[in-house]
């Protein structure tokens, strides 16, 4: 910027309040840092779910007598950044239009209850409802329940009843899981 005024480098350093050591300072980085930096950067690439405090731990592993902090210094300069995890949706098929059942064991319908006990305590039920008769097949009740609990329950149910031509489900985890496929 000086360059293109005409006015000297103790006068602009004096508008602007800054000391002329400041406005000529440059840093020096020693060549034992550039050569941690080159390393954190070979760590962070090799391992990409890696952050500064594990490559940290492997550099004091191999070691390398480091603080956490620089590593973290460094890191953070070299604009490495651990990359979140994408959410994985489950498969949403077409959309299909709501058929009212016209027979018993045509569609059921399968939702989640949640509830707390007096001391506290969350519990899970799993409601199963004929959507033709409206009749609850099953409320299973746990502190937690898996697909796979869900798949064991639907087939007892099964056992006794038939398989449904449908099932609806509001496509929870517990819904969209290996387990049900």
Not at 141 to 166: C, H, N, W
Request: aromatic share 6%; charged share 35%.
């Amino acid at each position: 910027m000086l360059s293109e005024t005409t006015i000297s480098e103790r006068k602009a350093c004096s508008l602007v309040g800054l000391s002329r050591a400041t406005m000529r300072y440059q840093s020096q980085r020693s060549p034992e840092e550039r050569e941690l930096t080159e390393r954190i950067k070979a760590i962070a690439f090799e391992r990409r779910r890696f952050g500064y405090r594990r490559v940290h731990q492997l550099l004091r592993r191999e070691g390398a007598e480091v603080n956490h902090k620089k590593v973290y210094r460094l890191y953070r300069e070299a604009g490495l950044a651990v990359r979140k995890r994408k959410r994985r949706k489950g498969v949403m098929g077409e959309r299909q239009p709501l058929v009212l059942p016209d027979a018993p064991n045509h569609t059921w319908s399968m939702d989640f209850v949640m509830d707390s006990l007096s001391n506290g305590r969350r519990i899970k039920c799993l409601t199963i409802v004929d959507d033709f008769t409206k009749e609850c097949l099953d409320i299973p009740v746990a502190m937690g329940i898996s697909g796979e609990q869900v798949t064991r329950t639907l087939d007892a149910i099964a056992a006794f009843r038939g398989y449904p031509k449908a099932v609806r489900t509001d496509q929870g985890p517990e819904f969209t899981g290996r387990a049900l496929d």
